[in-house]
């Protein structure tokens, strides 16, 4: 591979903004920051869409891929070929892209002539054969693997049998926000004065916010001043298949629960810089995330990179981050366990604040 002082073109391929995914925020970031780094670099972005008419993206963006048109990544790949890109930076997830285990994206390796650099946000511990396939493939066809937690390059190695000299180990990143006192920003919420739990990210069922909600009463009780802000629009899969069902029946159990008055929703997508002001408001932070098998989480990522004490139930990433007391781990879907950790919590402002020492040592 050339070494960086050579690599004076990128080809960022994945989601892209304004798409409404957490790979579209990375891939975003990511060039952005690269570009930011190293402004003599150019870069541009190959994103894929998945509806017909596309998205209003920025000038960055140089060609599209129609999610389920195979034919689009072939053409890609030789848009790819003629570009003067030095590498390809490819972000991955099974999801994003078309065909039985999000194949698609083979065709466009096998024509490429170009050295790839592949980011895999999701590692399956127990794959189909068609998902062990696409993995294999995928490997096969990357110069480097770039995972953002030890347990995902661990997990590619002894299942996918990836060489570990093509992998490099390299954290999530998150945006710089001051560490300043909470009330700071709280004002232009309309929560000075309180103490705010917030969990933020697009909406769908796995996010188990349900369990906070059933927490809250117990919470209330002894703390009536919290507030818990849920910041972020229903995921666009989650709209076009259920519509609102979930977001509504938050709302339904926050009214039946009695804590109506203490749950702010905030139904929107918002961008980094108020997203930051959000962070900054934050007494706790919570990730109720309900599937064991998140490898990462940017959410995530971003509250602990802030100082902020997190409560989170102990998906993969969670567990690894947070492990030897840098934040709370509670057992999934345990509503009783949250109010109990959320309550020693607010207790004990030492232990809280003691956590974000641990920001400074990873």
Same mark, same amino acid.
């Given at each position: 591979?050339?070494?960086a ?8 391929l994945?989601?892209y ?27 541009? !972005? ?9 998205? #209003? ?9 129609g ?8 053409r ?5 070929? &003629? ?10 997830e099974?999801? /994003?892209f ?6 698609? /994206? ?5 024509e490429?002539k ?6 895999l946000?999701?590692?399956?511990? !127990?794959?189909n ?7 294999q493939?995928? /490997? ?12 995902? %390059?661990?997990?590619?190695? #002894? ?14 990143? &998150?945006?710089? /926000?001051?560490?300043?006192d ?46 818990? &802000? ?8 989650e ?7 979930? %977001? ?15 749950? &702010?929703?905030?139904?929107r997508f ?6 930051? #002001?959000?962070?900054?408001? !934050? ?21 602990f ?16 981050l ?12 345990d ?28």
């Amino acid at each position: 591979m050339q070494t960086a002082s050579a690599l004076r073109t990128i080809a960022f391929l994945g989601d892209y903004l304004p798409r409404k995914c957490g790979i579209a925020t990375f891939t975003s970031d990511l060039l952005t920051a690269i570009t930011t780094a190293y402004p003599e670099n150019k870069c541009f !972005a190959v994103p894929v869409n998945d509806i017909a008419a596309g998205y #209003e993206y920025p000038d960055v963006v140089r060609f599209e891929i129609g999610e389920q048109d195979l034919s689009s990544y072939q053409r890609a790949a030789d848009f790819l070929n &003629i570009s003067n890109a030095d590498i390809i930076c490819l972000q991955h997830e099974f999801g /994003i892209f078309g065909g039985p285990a999000g194949s698609h /994206i083979l065709a466009l390796l096998h024509e490429l002539k170009r050295p790839v650099v592949t980011t895999l946000h999701t590692v399956l511990s !127990a794959p189909n054969a068609e998902q062990r396939r696409v993995m294999q493939e995928l /490997i096969a066809h990357s110069t480097r693997l770039v995972f953002m937690s030890d347990r995902g %390059r661990q997990m590619l190695q #002894e299942i996918y049998k990836a060489p570990p000299a093509k992998i490099d180990l390299i954290p999530h990143g &998150i945006p710089d /926000i001051p560490f300043v006192d909470p009330n700071y920003y709280k004002d232009q919420f309309g929560v000075e004065g309180r103490v705010v739990l917030l969990t933020f990210g697009l909406l769908s069922p796995n996010k188990g916010i349900e369990h906070v909600l059933n927490a809250l009463p117990a919470i209330l009780a002894e703390f009536p001043n919290v507030v818990y &802000i849920i910041l972020g629009a229903t995921h666009p899969n989650e709209v076009r298949e259920q519509g609102e069902v979930y %977001r509504l029946s938050l709302g339904r159990l926050a009214k039946k629960n009695n804590v109506q008055k203490n749950v &702010i929703f905030h139904n929107r997508f918002v961008e980094l810089e108020q997203l930051k #002001e959000f962070i900054g408001a !934050a007494d706790l932070y919570i990730t109720p995330y309900l599937n064991e098998a998140q490898i990462t989480s940017g959410t995530l990522a971003y509250t602990f990179g802030a100082g902020k004490a997190v409560v989170s139930t102990p998906y993969w990433h969670a567990a690894e981050l947070l492990a030897e007391e840098r934040g709370v781990l509670v057992p999934f879907g345990d509503a009783g366990a949250i109010a109990r950790e959320l309550i020693s919590l607010l207790r004990d402002d030492t232990r809280r604040h003691a956590m974000r020492k641990y920001v400074y040592k990873l």
